[in-house]
């Protein structure tokens, strides 16, 4: 494996959101952890969506899931309230889940992409209003 390998493969973490990559070649495992400020956690703040009020973004590029498996209730729907922690969507990338939770309290007022929906890193995919922090 060629340093130049490892760093692309470390620029492709950095820009997909991912603190950790586990690589298998049957019974081999590389598992790769980025360091400590290396990523930027892009669903962990509000980002701005032109026209609405704060939204959560999705951390990764990926297909937005909904709902925890056919037939449940979705993670998150309007008119919702969260507690910090709990999951609001997640993001299926490279056949792994990521789950998305609540950056902190907050209403959902409007879940903005479609069950299934490929997005980027960065795509707003549920519009919040912040609870007062107290």
Not at 82 to 106: I, N, Q, T, W, Y
Request: overall charge negative; hydrophobic content about 40%; aromatic content about 4%.
């Amino acid at each position: 494996m060629s340093l130049d390998f490892l760093e692309g493969i470390g620029e492709f973490m950095r820009g997909e959101g991912l603190r950790e990559l586990e690589i298998r070649d049957g019974d081999r495992v590389l598992l790769l952890r980025m360091a400590a400020g290396e990523v930027e956690d892009r669903a962990s703040g509000p980002g701005r969506v032109e026209g609405t009020d704060d939204a959560v973004l999705s951390p990764l590029a990926g297909v937005v899931r909904l709902f925890p498996s056919p037939g449940e209730p979705p993670f998150a729907a309007a008119g919702e309230r969260k507690r910090a922690g709990e999951a609001l969507f997640c993001v299926e990338a490279m056949k792994h889940l990521s789950e998305v939770p609540a950056p902190r309290d907050l209403e959902v007022l409007e879940v903005l992409v479609e069950e299934g929906q490929a997005v980027e890193a960065g795509t707003p995919v549920v519009r919040v209003r912040w609870e007062e922090e107290g």
